[in-house]
């Protein structure tokens, strides 16, 4: 590693990310300095070619691997936490309520009959799976049918109304 | 929100370019030709 110190910031100053300044500064080191010269070139080559790879597209498990992976925050907001802030506020709580009761009722009707068949866990999997954009801002433990993902669609859509000054 | 300040910024541009400076020499030990060795007679 150099110990010049104009080094560190030859990436910031191809990536064009320095103020006015110190390019400037940059620019006249360069001249005169033959290692920064050198990592320069270097540098330069590099993200020429890195530039010229083909973009790669993580894959969609990639986000949920990532994030099983982090400790468990303490402000983290999931469904059911949502649903309890929201039952402070009475209209939202009201429709909250009712959602969850639409849930907990589908989930009921249903629990007997896909309990008792092989493969029942595998169907919630599969819907969570197939809804996962859609889920991922909440902690889904299952579902039953796609009526549940049609009602987290909607929570969002709950807005609390205006409360007017006394 | 949580902006970034100036030792922030600079400390994430030296990573940044720590980390290119670290694929740059592994590009350059990949790409440049194996030095010839000489065989003892």
Redesign the interface.
Known sequence: ?SSCPFE?????YLDQ?LPDLKRRQVEVHLASCASCGE?EA??R???V??GSLPVQEPSPNLKRAVISQLPEAPDRVGLWAGLRRAWQAPAVGLAAAAAVAVVVTTRAGQAGRLESGPGAGDAGSFLVAQHLDVLDDYEVLGLDSTDDVDLILTLHEVEAPEVEAP | MVKAGRDDRAAFATLIHRATLGVAHSLQELTQPPVATRSRA
Not at chain 1, 8 to 12: G, P, Y
Request: hydrophobic share 55%.
């Open positions: 590693m560190e910031h030859l990436t910031a990310q990592t270097l540098l080559k590099t993200l070619a890195v």
